[in-house]
């Protein structure tokens, strides 16, 4: 199984980007993120109907998960963005339960990431 996330760029604070990923049928999609000098973290994850989601306390309000069984498709739009928020982001996929889905370990396959900077 191959993901690839994409959508990373260079935003202001304050802006907005979306990121993509295609899903694995049937798994739960995480995003993950990881900047320099830090563990990898859990960000939102989704589950395989689309029904349940998760975040991060940090995201919440800001960030938005969805995901489009039609067209493959997970997606986390990311407005309000902070510096803070700068990190390679990471799509993931997993059979996950709720206990373990902020744990990375918990998901079997991962994307190469895609860089997220945001400016002051």
């Known amino acids: 199984v191959q993901l690839q996330a994409s959508g990373g760029g260079l935003v202001q604070a304050g802006g907005s980007l979306r990121l993509s990923c295609a899903v694995v049928?049937?798994?739960?999609m995480g995003w993950f993120r990881q900047a320099p000098g830090k563990e990898r973290e859990f960000v939102a994850a989704?589950?395989?109907?689309?029904?349940?989601?998760y975040y991060q306390d940090s995201v919440k309000g800001r960030f938005t998960i969805s995901r489009d069984n039609a067209k493959d498709t997970v997606y986390l739009q990311m407005n309000s963005l902070k510096p803070e928020d700068t990190a390679v982001y990471y799509c993931a996929a997993g059979r996950v339960i709720t206990s373990t889905v902020r744990i990375p370990a918990s998901y079997a396959y991962w994307g190469q990431g895609t860089q997220v900077t945001v400016s002051s």
């Open positions: 989704i589950k395989w109907n689309g029904g349940t989601t």
């Open positions: 049928n049937g798994y739960t």
